[in-house]
């Protein structure tokens, strides 16, 4: 008997345009039923699990449910839960109908990495402090703003992140601006007025991030990494560049944190030739294993740019980012802000103020650190158990693990994952064009499913592995 829910939730993708929101559900369920992908016997999650990934009433799922109960689509049995009913279902006769093909998107699992697990957002704290926030707003927060953003944001987040990550932080040195990738091209049009030509990139990274930098008229030579993390002793042979974009909390995507040394390393490159370097830390509160290494900035707050984001610790919806600058950077790069018109709602920043202050915000954090620490822990445990020579490669941090595959077997495994519905990443996506091809792995990222589909992707990924 198949005794895990496949994945709906967040996946459903329901538009109920023309009809009630109860009767969209219901023929979401039927169609799922009918194309095979909820198999006879699958056991559905409870009217409140659901109800809360799809942010609806839970009587709008207990009602649907009943529906199909009554048609015959689902049973529902006291003790046993709501379960797919073992029907018959007619038999296609198109032949095309029979060959195999991928699950259309959405339909699936979604194991990629780049995003928490949304169901989790904290919607009754969040709302909390943004009526109190709003409540005290003076009328000016509703206009066009400081292109520094709000000062009471940049307080708050100067004390948090001195405590938090090790940060030499100041309000004077932050500058909000929405999300990570909205301030590397803010730091990459002021560099490319000072002359910087080359920025140089860890070989395994984001391709979007390269794109940006080259969008600013830079070159991004790539810089060899190993197990101890990029190799930022071979800065000094790469002459052309003035700045080295890093991830050194924990590498991603193949998860290792920048060794001691290699950080001194950078620091010492950095104050020797006058350059700069930008660190990601974009999921530096997540560390499972012992406490979080300190922000790089913190060695050199005058040759370091620190990078951060709400977009992993609460959600890439808000657009709510911040860069801690070395002091001759902070009126460029606000001034480059100003002028590219691109601005974070002074209502969100009052808001993340206020959770930040109230301490919402720190224990969001542990709560999100307990459950993906447990999601590693469960990936971890699967693994041993059913694909024993599949081996989790890196350190028991954020909400990616690389999972090390047998060489040759990266394509076919992302090949049959698409047949089943699960969407993957191999970590050859992210290898910089210029870098050799290392090895074969996967870049699983278990922070994206909801609760409910938790279980189910786990089971989908564990089938196709080797």
Known sequence: MTDSWATFGADLHLEPVGQGLRS???????????????????????????????????????????????????????????????????????????RPRPVRPGAGHNLKPGSPDLSAFPRTAWLKAARKALTAAPDEAFGYGDPHGRVELRTVLAEYLARARGVHADPERIVICAGFAHGLTLLGRVLRRRRVREIAVESYGLDVHRDLLTDAGLRTPCLPLDEHG?????????????????????????????????????????????????????????????????????????????????????????????????????????AEKDVSGWMSGSPDQLTFAEFIASGAYDRHVRSMRLRYRRRRDQLVAALAERAPDVEVSGIAAGLHAVLELPPGAERSVIQAAAFQGLALDGLARYRHPDAPAARDALVIGYGSPSESAWAGALDALCRVLP
Do not use: C
């Open 24 to 98: 969209g559900l219901m023929e979401a369920l039927r169609e799922a039923v009918r194309t095979g992908r909820l198999a006879p016997g699958t056991r559905l999650p409870s009217s409140r699990v659901l109800a809360a990934d799809l942010g609806v009433a839970r009587n709008t799922v207990a009602d649907a449910y009943a529906e199909l109960v009554a048609e015959g689509w689902l049973t529902a049995r006291q003790g046993s839960g709501t379960r797919v009913a073992r029907r018959s279902v007619p038999r296609r006769t198109d032949p095309a109908a029979a």
């Open 230 to 334: 990029s190799r930022t002793g071979e800065l000094a042979a790469l002459r052309g560049a003035g700045a080295v974009l890093l991830t050194p909390a924990h590498q991603f995507p193949t998860g290792v944190p920048l060794h001691p040394d290699r950080r001194a390393a950078a620091v010492d490159w950095a104050r020797s030739t006058g350059g700069l370097i930008l660190e990601d830390d974009y999921d530096g509160e997540f560390r499972y294993d012992r406490q979080p290494v300190g922000a790089l900035q913190g060695l050199d707050p005058e040759r370091v740019v620190h990078l951060g984001t709400a977009s992993k610790s609460l959600a890439p919806g808000l657009r709510l980012g911040w860069m801690v600058l070395p002091r001759g950077l902070v009126e460029e790069v606000a």
